[in-house]
């Protein structure tokens, strides 16, 4: 995307003007001439793309190239400029920027000269990194634990790694200047472009299958993301995750990272650093040898030393054998005389014990206790047939004195008297006053032995 505003000199002036008089110019003045044109009608512009080839020296400045799928566009970024960035640039980082065009005259190059930028998300090949590195690590291809150790001094080295490119060159130069003896393996493969990842995969497994490497050492030199990408790919990690031998992965420089790193028993920051890693300097082994050859010389005389002092310690240590003896017979006397004392305080103990239990024994004889049972049952047998007895003859008592409260209280007691009781006929109402009743009405008489119906002639009061 390029946002950019209207061209203040026309291309056709300008070619008017170069071509008037048919004038020849020389590079420098052509180049000159481009640059005042571009930096005259594109003065400020904003640019979208994705960063890649960056580069940041010792100077500060940034150089990278903004890209996207059918063109890239030269960027610089001078240190003023970058010292107001909030957040760190980076490869695949996909940024909105606002500069100015110029051109290089040395290279005759134009370029864009940055002096704002902002992120715009992550580029492709990046944001494809990113999420093939939170998978793995989801699976443990990542984990301490499955890391294997290198061996102390292999006998035999494998390399992974172009047979042109620099890394191959300052690996053999490493390991024949620390280790000359050493064995080393070079499987070429391609390590960019199409088919670079099957390839170094490949060339690990047959390292595996070939069983005679100790070690090997998987890498290239530097490079933009898309150069180191086949160390991205996840056939290459899974390769690495699954070898039996240990994998050191050297790829690119300190600042590059890859899935192979994070894959690989070990990581190395360059390739000559791998090698160095791979085998120890000779001198530093030979020096570590002699080092513990006296140590252990020093030991053996210090235990030795040890040993005799101990010795003459138990030697002065020893006394004469009559006195020995003598002690230990006078030892054996005072051990059996306090075994007798002990033994027959044991047996008048035990015994004492003993009586004591078979007094216990006789006082909670079960015969005994049996009959103390059986005289206390009849005892209890008695007072409870007594009990119910007594219990007996006092309810029939109170049963009697309620019987006779009752039939004193008892209305057929009263009847039979000579007393009657009046109710209305036929309601069955009680009579009880000479005002509930008229002359003429029919009662009803109830006697201790029947009941008449009779009319009330008259009412007295």
């Not at 390769?239 to 894959?263: C, L, Q, R």
Request: charged share 25%; net charge positive; proline share 3%.
């Amino acid at each position: 995307m390029l946002t950019l505003q209207r061209l203040k000199k026309p291309a056709r002036e300008v070619h008017l003007e170069l071509f008037a008089d048919k004038k020849i110019l020389t590079v420098s003045r052509f180049t000159a001439l481009v640059r005042d044109l571009l930096e005259e009608n594109f003065d400020q512009l904003w640019v979208e793309g994705e960063v890649s080839n960056l580069a940041m020296p010792a100077s500060g400045h940034y150089y990278f190239t903004l890209k996207d799928s059918g063109a890239q566009l030269r960027c610089i970024m001078f240190r003023a400029s970058s010292r107001a960035l909030k957040f760190r640039l980076q490869n695949g980082m996909a940024l909105i920027v606002r500069g100015r065009v110029t051109v290089y005259d040395q290279r005759g190059e134009y370029q864009l000269v940055v002096e704002y930028m902002e992120p715009k998300g992550i580029g492709a090949l990046q944001l494809a990194f990113v999420q093939l590195k939170e998978r793995l690590a989801r699976e443990g291809l990542f984990d301490e634990s499955h890391k294997k150790p290198l061996p102390i001094l292999p006998n035999c080295v494998g390399v992974v790694t172009s047979a042109t490119g620099a890394a191959i060159h300052d690996i053999l130069n490493v390991l024949r200047r620390r280790y000359l003896n050493i064995e080393v393996l070079i499987c070429p493969v391609k390590v960019q472009g199409e088919g670079a990842a099957g390839e170094i995969s490949a060339a690990i497994r047959d390292f595996n299958l070939y069983r005679k490497v100790d070690v090997i050492i998987v890498g290239r030199g530097g490079g933009s993301l898309e150069d180191l990408w086949p160390f991205n790919e996840e056939v290459v990690a899974r390769a690495i995750y699954a070898s039996k031998i240990p994998v050191i992965s050297a790829v690119g420089h300190e600042v590059d990272f890859t899935i192979a790193d994070f894959v690989a028993d070990l990581r190395a920051p360059t390739p000559s650093a791998a090698a160095e890693l791979v085998v120890r300097n000779k001198a530093e082994l030979v020096a570590e040898v002699e080092n513990l050859s006296r140590r252990n010389l020093f030991a053996m005389q210090h235990s030795f030393t040890r040993l005799w002092n101990r010795l003459e310690s138990l030697t002065r240590a020893v006394k004469a054998p009559d006195m020995l003896v003598g002690h230990l017979a006078q030892r054996v006397d005072d051990l059996t005389d306090r075994f007798h004392r002990s033994f027959t305080v044991d047996i008048r103990c035990r015994r004492e014990r003993l009586s004591a239990l078979l007094n216990h024994l006789r006082l909670t004889n079960p015969v005994v206790e049996l009959e103390r049972c059986r005289e206390r049952r009849l005892k209890l047998s008695v007072r409870l047939e007594n009990a119910m007895r007594q219990r007996l003859d006092d309810g029939h008592g109170a049963t009697a004195l309620c019987a006779a409260s009752l039939s004193a209280l008892s209305p057929l007691e009263t009847l039979a008297r000579g007393y009657s009781l009046v109710r209305k006929y036929p309601q069955g109402s009680l009579v009880t006053d000479s005002q509930q009743i008229e002359a003429g009405e029919s009662l009803e008489l109830l006697f201790r032995r029947g009941a008449a119906v009779c009319v009330v002639e008259s009412v007295r009061e």
